[in-house]
């Protein structure tokens, strides 16, 4: 079984610049979710996907947003890129969607904006 | 708005102490409670998970309890080794429609031999 894999895994970009991150969810998963974890602090919710479908976001402006495909892989843009989007960028995918399931992550895509 | 609190935020130990680290949260409409290991620059990695009608999950070395009505959770390592040097970190699935995790901090841990 294969688990949750993102790319790149390290990303280097300017401000103001436009940057897409990709996650493949791991086998049989639906649902996956987007967080942002800034240097010393916790994982921040961005949004999640359910079956394609935007299914909650977090406190992100638009210019955060994402995609999920049929296969389930996602997909997380961000445009204007500001120099505190620097962070490590964390998907996760569960197996059916639903409240309290498991989330399994992956090793994360660590972007540094200059 | 669910707030998670993990104290202390940072821990140095010797080799071999029990040590105990807490999660605090303010809304127990919890579905359930996990924690994280995270190493340096890397990912996550679930510890263990507590779903909100137990009270405790036990693994190897490690045993989380949960108490929701005070928003309380500990986890419990025993006999702390070097490898178990990382960041730790509780996270709760709830309130909330969907599957999303609040996170606390963290409490990063040193173990020295």
């Known amino acids: 079984e294969t688990g949750v894999t993102q790319s790149p895994t390290h990303l280097i970009k300017t401000r103001g610049q436009q940057v897409t991150l990709r996650c493949s969810s791991q086998?049989?998963?639906?649902?996956v979710s987007w967080y942002q974890q800034a240097l010393g602090q916790g994982p921040q919710f961005i949004f999640q996907?359910?079956?394609?479908?935007?299914?909650g976001r977090g406190n992100f402006p638009p210019r955060f947003s994402g995609l999920q495909f049929p296969n389930y892989s996602s997909e997380l843009n961000v445009n204007a890129l500001e120099l505190d989007d620097s962070a490590l960028y964390l998907c996760?995918?569960?197996?059916?969607?639903?409240?309290?399931?498991?989330?399994?992550f992956g090793p994360g895509t660590r972007l540094l904006v200059l | 708005k669910q707030e998670v609190t993990q104290i202390p935020a940072a821990l140095s130990v010797p080799e071999g102490e029990n040590l105990v680290l807490n999660c605090s949260f303010t809304?127990?409409?919890?579905?359930?409670l996990q924690w994280f290991r995270q190493d340096p620059g890397k990912g996550l990695t679930s510890l263990l998970l507590?779903?909100?009608?137990?009270r405790e999950q036990t693994s190897g070395r490690l045993n989380a309890s949960l108490d929701k009505s005070s928003g309380r959770s500990t986890l419990y390592i025993a006999a702390s080794q070097p490898g178990d040097s990382a960041t730790y970190l509780c996270?709760?699935?709830?309130?909330?429609?969907?599957?999303?995790?609040?996170f606390g901090a963290g409490t990063r841990l040193a173990v020295h031999p």
């Open positions: 996907y359910y079956r394609e479908e935007e299914n």
């Open positions: 996760a995918s569960s197996p059916l969607g639903g409240n309290g399931e498991t989330q399994y």
């Open positions: 507590i779903q909100s009608s137990q």
């Open positions: 809304d127990s409409a919890i579905y359930n």
């Open positions: 996270a709760v699935n709830g309130p909330g429609g969907y599957n999303k995790l609040i």
């Open positions: 086998s049989g998963h639906n649902t």
